[in-house]
Nanobody, 116 residues
Framework: QVQLVESGGGLVQAGGSLRLSCTAS????????MAWYRQLPGKQRELVAR???????TYADSVKGRFTISRDFPKNAVYLQMNNLKPEDSAAYYC??????????WGQGTQVTVSS
């Protein structure tokens, strides 16, 4: 079992920045992928950014050039730096990992609200 704890959400004005953090209860060194998803009420959860074991990253088209995913092995953490935030970025953000045993684990979510 992997437990994930997210932090860093909040209320920010359009154009502002936030950094989301996700700390895992186990080493992330062997994780296959670590990712951030977001979800609006009544909508499907969508992939925002992903980083695979080799370090390659993938971003949703809507956040390319504004968001950056990174990881810190000693801290067992993955981050999402969000710059130039837009009202349409408002959502609940979830950290997710695909562990070495290919089990999928989710954090509890953190709310991001961007005011116009």
């Amino acid at each position: 079992q992997v437990q994930l704890v997210e932090s860093g959400g909040g209320l920010v004005q359009a154009g502002g920045s936030l950094r989301l953090s996700c700390t895992a209860s186990t080493s992330i060194f062997s994780m296959n992928t670590m990712a951030w998803y977001r979800q609006l009420p009544g909508k499907q959860r969508e992939l925002v950014a992903r980083i695979v074991s080799g370090g390659a990253t993938t971003y949703a088209d809507s956040v390319k050039g504004r968001f950056t995913i990174s990881r810190d092995f000693p801290k067992n953490a993955v981050y999402l730096q969000m710059n130039n935030l837009k009202p349409e970025d408002s959502a609940a953000y979830y950290c997710s990992v695909l562990a070495a045993d290919y089990g999928r684990y989710w954090g509890q979510g953190t709310q991001v609200t961007v005011s116009s």
